[in-house]
């Protein structure tokens, strides 16, 4: 008998050729180059977290608490490359979300999905990185997309975020991200919720209209 994760990739392997589908680890080596991990140093200490880079120039997605009232942030690629020189380019305490930018060229990228196409049930692949451990990949489904007191579209997935995952990707089973995972949204410590990548888009998008 197939067990239950093993029979969702299963069935998910009937999907057409335009949108093939990968297992978790495939997943996982196709967007390591992109995900970086981030240190801040606040007024309360220092914080820790993920992102991903979503532009060759350094565009990085993360959870705004990671960096929030920084006064220096640190961002280490897979490939061992440190950025020390980071800046916040965005940041929207409603959602969680911060944008920030490293000065680089060429650098690897995630592909982003469309988070308002997920649907309860759908099969999911989180990259947890519990803090001071190694990173694992967290395979599991939608459970449902709720809203919260807010009005605030959220993902709510069937695998609790580990403690010092905030920032990094939720993404479908072809590598597209979706969802920026959070291991403490405002009121929801240690969570099963992730934030919609279509919010990302936005900010993203008012970033560029408006440049600090």
Known sequence: MLRPFALLYALAALGTDADPVLTP???????????????????????????FIVDPLGTV??????????????????????YDHVRIRAQETRTDLALLQLDGFGLPTV???????LRAGDAVVALSHPA???????????????????????????????????????????????????????GHRRSRLAIPINEARRLMSSAAAHPQ
């Open 25 to 51: 680890g495939q997943i996982a080596d196709k967007v390591a180059a992109a995900v970086v991990s981030i240190r801040a140093d606040t007024p309360a200490g220092e914080s820790a977290g993920f992102g």
């Open 61 to 82: 997605v993360t959870s705004l608490h990671v960096v929030e009232g920084a006064t220096a942030i640190r961002v280490k690629l897979a490939s061992g490359l440190i």
């Open 111 to 117: 592909s982003l999905g469309d988070s308002d196409a």
């Open 132 to 186: 001071g451990g190694e990173g694992r990949v967290a395979p599991g489904t939608v459970r449902r997309l709720r809203r919260t007191a807010a009005g605030l579209r959220m993902i709510e997935k069937d695998a609790r975020a580990d403690r010092g995952s905030s920032g990094g990707p939720l993404m479908t089973m072809d590598g597209r991200v979706v969802g920026v995972v959070s291991a403490k949204l405002r």
